[in-house]
């Protein structure tokens, strides 16, 4: 018998709490699943040799994909399942939206994950940028109707993303290998744990599961899908198109995006070169200047002639060859000539011989006198 005043609950209502509780069961069961993937799955496809080469074993190592084998395997997995369901699915959405609606619903899916934001800035000490989230979502999910309109970032609160993987690069915790996930895509050991954890500590994903409504967290998640998928349709399809190796340049750049937001928009520190000369200087180094106080040698120049001496200075103009003084000219002696010529001049001639004109009895001076 069952005790008085406590009421049975009727069969319709069971399924309710079967169903939360095998919902818990199975999302730990498919965390385990995919955990045992990840840790089987090098020894089923095996491992990259690393190169004996020193350039080659650094470049390697740089890339930090030791599963290279196995990620290639996983990404075409990816990239047939987003060929029949995820691309065709965006491209639907991009169609029926237009594009201030597909804002408007990222801006909504962006507001919900700032508890979780909340949460890691305070994990990792930032409380500042904890206090300016905790405004954001106030305002946005107030006035912004719930993250409709994006008031806050109007009102100088802006974004301060944050995640738990994140936090654990901020412990010092290392990221492990290259990983691409099956469906997430481009990941490591390191992120992978931040994103279960991030789904843990949800309260909205808490609340969903509480509260029997987890077609919402569903919807949540596949919409949210469905809208990254769609911001990068123009993006993947020219790097299928223009890229040699897609699967080494997705790598690339997902590597860089992810440095890229663990730096917070610090630069990035310097990475070896491997391709560089180790005999010359290194690009930006500085150049010796050459040795300017003596001329360059003229390997034009006769061996046997002599060399021009070097001027004192650099900025002093050598002297021109001194110019030797003028000799004043000394005048040509008179000539004995014109004495006969003063003589003939002076005697009267036999007509004019009693005449005196008006220069008479003045002397007669000669050419040279004149």
Not at 108 to 135: C, H, M, W, Y
Not at 255 to 272: H, I, K, S, V
Request: charged content about 20%; overall charge neutral.
């Amino acid at each position: 018998m069952r005790p008085p005043g406590r009421l049975q609950r009727s069969s319709d209502q069971q399924p309710s709490g079967n169903f939360v509780s095998l919902n818990t069961l199975s999302y730990g069961a498919a965390c385990r699943a995919l955990a045992a993937t990840v840790a089987i799955a090098p020894i089923l496809f095996g491992c990259a040799t690393p190169p004996t080469n020193p350039a080659e074993r650094a470049a390697f190592e740089q890339t930090n994909d030791p599963l290279e084998p196995m990620n290639r395997k996983i990404l075409d997995a990816n990239m047939v399942l987003d060929k029949i369901l995820l691309k065709p699915a965006a491209k639907i959405y991009v169609t029926i939206l237009p594009e201030k609606a597909r804002d408007a619903l990222h801006r909504v899916l962006e507001n919900l994950k700032d508890p979780v934001i909340v949460i890691n800035n305070v994990l990792q000490g930032r409380f500042k940028s904890a206090g300016i989230t905790v405004g954001r979502f106030t305002v946005n999910s107030t006035i912004g109707l719930g993250g409709l309109l994006d008031i806050a970032n109007k009102w100088g609160l802006k974004s301060q993303p944050a995640d738990f993987g994140q936090t654990l690069y901020v412990w010092g915790l290392p990221q492990g290998p290259y990983l691409v996930l099956p469906v997430l895509g481009p990941s490591n050991p390191r992120d992978s744990i931040g994103m279960g954890v991030d789904a843990l500590i949800d309260p909205f994903g808490y609340l969903a599961t509480t509260e029997d409504v987890d077609d919402l967290q569903i919807t949540r998640f596949v919409l949210g899908g469905i809208d990254q998928r769609a911001r990068v349709l123009n993006v993947l399809d020219d790097l299928q198109k223009n890229s040699l190796d897609f699967y080494a340049e997705l790598r690339s750049l997902s590597q860089q995006q992810r440095a890229a937001e663990l730096r917070r928009g610090e630069p990035a520190a310097p990475t070896p070169n491997f391709y560089r000369d180790p005999g010359k200087a290194a690009p930006g180094a500085a150049t010796p200047k050459p040795d300017t106080s003596l001329p360059a040698p003229n390997f034009y120049d006769d061996p046997g002639a002599t060399a021009p001496r070097a001027p004192t200075s650099r900025n002093t103009p050598a002297s021109p060859p001194p110019i030797p003084a003028a000799t004043p000219a000394t005048p040509a002696p008179r000539s004995n000539l014109a004495a006969p010529v003063a003589a003939a001049a002076a005697a009267p001639s036999g007509d004019n011989a009693g005449d005196e004109g008006p220069l008479a009895g003045q002397p007669v001076r000669s050419a040279a006198e004149r």
